[in-house]
Structure formats: structure tokens, C-alpha cells
């Protein structure tokens, strides 16, 4: 009987701390459950009471034990419910899990410093058959208030066997969800989107590391809802940073219509070690600082249409992502300058019911160097998409394609897709995190993709795919550097499997 007390205890303690708080976090549940708990438990209290008075004297029976033992179960799994509707209520959690296998062929490549600078190689060929990746990412969203809510991702992302992983230049803050690496956990995305109220006009707030990954058109070849701000061809990099959106449907009368203002931190600059002063700045590249503007709305007369007209502007583009003097004798971070970015894009989905879905998307650039550079053993002096940073250089793609859905019910509507890109010689945006092996929106030269998606259910499907790009020019990606003439080629077969619950 004391165990049975001891218990009831411990419950009514737990109930009256709902309320209260929990190491400083307030649980909750309804009124009417709370107030139903706290009469049962009332109740039990009372038969308890009644069973002691009569223990001296009437030795309570085996049923009446066991049915107050049953009653006071009861009363845990009804807590255990409340507790875990209370934990979801706060927290939802979703995962993905993506596995890939890439057979890739290369000719008239070279090794990679023959890639970067045009040089001749006789390695000149070559081929992986067998390149596998897993990538698991865990999913977060929460309702906290009717004007605040939270959203984050983690991500894991690595090849199968892979223990020869090192860092460089190419896995920095902005790319590293993104790129494969290793087992470690990696940040994507953490952020509110605050809606202040009583405000003159509809205003909403996005605060931390925000949504600017895997942006329009990426959503049709993966399968799923719109995941970005941004068009993937400017930007796909992992940012922290600050975003206001106006929504402007009331005044405009097109749906979706809104202004947006972003600020973000694309490279900081510091010391990056463990003494007292590693907060100051390194006095090398400096903060590299994004500014941009977006105009987005549907289309008049076509329902599921985008249109974005973009603009940004980085300031103080630094010679590396990554940072200065690091193991490999590369050189001091410098700050090479600005860059401007302006792109159009359009999408609409499903064209009058027809199951075809299409976009274009066209971006240009523009560099404003300052006329210093970095060099670099083995690749020579790299300034702002020249080699001595002195000359402003402007560039342009266009980036193009369809989904169809199949009408074939009984394979679930597969969808087939073709995209294709062209880059110019001194094209460039900020594509850093793609996610492929190779980032074929940063190609200066053409590409041409093809892709099959058969569903399996809702949480489960396949794509197929085969990708051709033809290099014009060498640095592609590159901020850095003179781009020169090539006869690089690149073509890949590749076969994923994607699950989300």
C-alpha cells in the first residue's frame, strides 16, 4: 500500500507541476484532461484512505487490490498519452533518407589543376562505376504561437566507405549539408518566421539560417514542395542571415505577390582558434556581407505559376570560403572585391491541366574587382574572375526545362523530366552547395539532363537520370581566376532512391 501511495504521489506532484513549468519550460494540456486526471485521482485517493482505515481490521481482498492497481496503470497511460501529445504538439520531427549511385566518365579532363587552369594532360580520361552516398536528414518544425514558428534540418551526407574525407576550399560554411563528407551532423537550416502584428501593412520576419538551399525549379526533379526562397540558379548556399517579406496580394490582386529584403553573412572573418582574441577580425578578407532583393507573384491567368525577379549584391568577395594560411601553405585571405547578381524566373506547374510542367530561368553577373589577387602554387594568380583582378567581367545563363506526369495510374503517374543550361565564359552566382558531385548550374558551357521518376507510394520513390555537359571554358564554379578554353566533357548515369516519413 505504501508503493501504491508513493505512486499516487509522484502523479499528483507531476500534475501540479503542468502548469507550473519544468526546468523552466511550461507543459500544457487541456483544461477539461487536466481537471478529469486530477478528479480521478481524487477519487483513488479516497478508496486508498477507506482501505486503511479498514487494514487494521478487514484485510483488504486480492480483487480489491489488484482493481485499484489497474486503476492507478490507467492513470500512468493516460499521463504517458497527455505527455507525448504534449511533446508533439510542441515538436514535429520528419527524416529522408537518399541513397545514390553515380557512373560517371570524364574525357579530356586531366588531373584537377589541369581542370582549373586548361593545361594538357595525358591523364585525360577516367571513370567511377561505383560511387555510392548515403544522405539522411531529421526534419523539425514547430507551431509556437499564431505568429511564430520554428523550422530546422540536420543532415548527414557522406559516400559509402569513405575514409579518406580532408577539408579545402570546397566544404565551407555555406556548402558543407551539402556536399559529402563525413558521418558528423551537419547545421542546414534553423530558423523562425516571426509575424510582428498590428503592422501598417502584412510583414513577416525569417530569422537564423534560412531557407536557401535546393530553390525553384529544384522541387520538380525532387519530387516534392517548393524548399527556397531563392532560385537555384543565383543563389544554393547555406546562409545566415535575416529576411523581411511584404506580402503585397491585397494591394497587387495577384496571389502570392510579395517584396522581399534579405541580409545575410556569406564569409566571416576571424582568427578561428582557441586564445582569448579569436573573435577579432584576422585584418585579411573581411566580412563578406549579401544584400538582396526579390519581387515575386503568380502569374494573371495561370493558377500554380512563379514569377521571381531577383537582384543581389555581395560585398568584400574573399580569395577563399574557407580562410586564410591553412595546412596546405596556401596564401593569406584577401578581399577581392564586389559581385552583382539579376535573374528572371519563371515556372508554372501543371500548364492548364495538361501534366506538363515549365520553367526558365535566366541570371547574369557582374564583378566589380578591386585589383588585388591571391596566388595560388600551381594555379598562379587568381583576383576576381581574372587573374589580376583588374578588369570587370560580366556573364550570363540560361537555365530551361519540363516535367511531364505520365497518366498511368497503375505505376502511379511516373514523371519524366529534361532540363538543360548554358553558362558564358565569365558566368557565376552563388551555387555553392549544390548538391550533386558535380554543380552543373555553375557550368560555363552546356549541359543537358534527362531524368525518370517512378512513385512508389507517398513516402517513397526512384529517379533515374543521365547528365551530359560540355566545358567551354575551365573554373567553372570559380569565382577565382582567368577562365580559359577547354575540351573537358563529362557525362554521368545515376540511380537514387528517396524516402521521407
Same mark, same amino acid.
Given at each position: ?235 544554393? *548556399?547555406?546562409? !545566415? =542571415?535575416?529576411?523581411?517579406?511584404? %506580402?503585397?496580394?491585397? @494591394?497587387? &490582386? +495577384? ?129 576576381? *574572375?581574372?587573374? !589580376? =583582378?583588374?578588369?570587370?567581367?560580366? %556573364?550570363?545563363?540560361? @537555365?530551361? &526545362? +519540363? ?99
Amino acid at each position: 500500500m505504501k508503493k501504491t501511495l508513493l505512486s499516487l504521489g509522484v502523479m499528483l506532484v507531476w500534475a501540479s507541476s503542468a502548469f507550473a513549468g519544468v526546468g523552466g519550460e511550461t507543459v500544457t494540456m487541456p483544461a477539461d484532461v487536466y481537471k478529469a486526471i486530477l478528479e480521478r485521482l481524487d477519487s483513488l485517493q479516497k478508496r486508498v484512505d477507506d482501505l486503511e482505515q479498514e487494514e487494521a481490521t478487514v484485510q483488504p481482498t486480492r480483487e480489491q487490490y489488484d482493481k485499484l492497481t489497474q486503476d492507478v496503470d490507467n492513470i500512468y497511460d493516460t499521463l504517458d498519452e497527455v505527455e507525448t501529445k504534449t511533446l508533439q504538439d510542441r515538436i514535429n520531427f520528419g527524416a529522408e533518407l537518399r541513397t545514390r549511385v553515380d557512373n560517371y566518365k570524364f574525357d579530356n579532363m586531366g588531373t584537377r589543376t589541369d581542370l582549373l587552369t586548361g593545361a594538357q594532360s595525358t591523364n585525360d580520361a577516367g571513370h567511377d562505376d561505383n560511387n555510392w552516398s548515403n544522405r539522411f536528414r531529421l526534419n523539425m518544425d514547430a507551431e509556437i504561437s499564431n505568429s511564430l514558428s520554428f523550422h530546422g534540418r540536420l543532415a548527414v551526407y557522406k559516400n559509402w566507405g569513405d575514409s579518406d574525407y580532408t577539408e579545402t576550399d570546397l566544404y565551407v560554411d555555406i556548402n558543407q549539408a551539402h556536399r559529402p563528407g563525413t558521418t558528423s551532423v551537419k547545421l542546414d537550416r534553423a530558423y523562425i518566421d516571426w509575424i510582428p502584428q498590428g503592422m501598417p501593412v502584412p510583414l513577416a520576419l525569417t530569422i537564423g539560417r534560412h531557407p536557401s538551399t535546393e530553390g525553384p525549379p529544384y522541387e520538380l526533379k525532387e519530387n516534392r514542395l517548393r524548399q527556397s526562397t531563392y532560385p537555384a540558379l543565383l543563389i544554393d *548556399l547555406e546562409t !545566415d =542571415g535575416i529576411v523581411g517579406t511584404i %506580402g503585397l496580394e491585397q @494591394y497587387t &490582386g +495577384l496571389k502570392n505577390s510579395a517584396f522581399r529584403l534579405a541580409y545575410g553573412i556569406g564569409y566571416h572573418s576571424d582568427f578561428d582558434n582557441s586564445d582569448s582574441f579569436s573573435f577579432l577580425d584576422d585584418d585579411e578578407a573581411g566580412d563578406s556581407t549579401m544584400f538582396a532583393s526579390f519581387l515575386e507573384s503568380e502569374m494573371p491567368g495561370l493558377p500554380g505559376s512563379l514569377a521571381i525577379l531577383s537582384y543581389v549584391h555581395i560585398d568584400d568577395v574573399p580569395s577563399s570560403f574557407r580562410g586564410p594560411n591553412d595546412d596546405d601553405g596556401n596564401p593569406a585571405n584577401v578581399n577581392l572585391g564586389d559581385l552583382d547578381l539579376y535573374g528572371i524566373h519563371l515556372q508554372v506547374d501543371d500548364l492548364k491541366k495538361s501534366g506538363f510542367d515549365l520553367f526558365v530561368s535566366w541570371g547574369a553577373s557582374r564583378s566589380d574587382p578591386n585589383g588585388k589577387f591571391a596566388t595560388y602554387p600551381g594555379y598562379g594568380d587568381m583576383g576576381l *574572375l581574372t587573374a !589580376d =583582378g583588374q578588369d570587370r567581367k560580366s %556573364g550570363s545563363s540560361l @537555365y530551361a &526545362g +519540363l516535367r511531364y506526369k505520365l497518366p498511368i495510374e497503375m505505376l502511379n503517374h511516373p514523371k519524366i523530366g529534361f532540363e538543360y543550361n548554358h553558362g558564358s565564359k565569365y558566368w557565376i552566382s552563388m551555387g555553392n552547395a549544390s548538391s550533386e558531385l558535380y554543380n552543373k548550374l555553375a557550368t560555363r558551357g552546356d549541359v543537358y539532363e534527362i531524368y525518370y521518376i517512378q512513385p512508389i507510394s507517398r513516402h517513397l520513390f526512384f529517379r533515374a537520370g543521365y547528365t551530359s555537359i560540355d566545358y567551354d571554358y575551365t573554373l567553372s564554379g570559380y569565382h577565382t581566376g582567368q577562365p580559359v578554353s577547354t575540351d573537358a566533357e563529362l557525362e554521368n548515369y545515376y540511380l537514387l532512391m528517396d524516402c521521407r516519413f
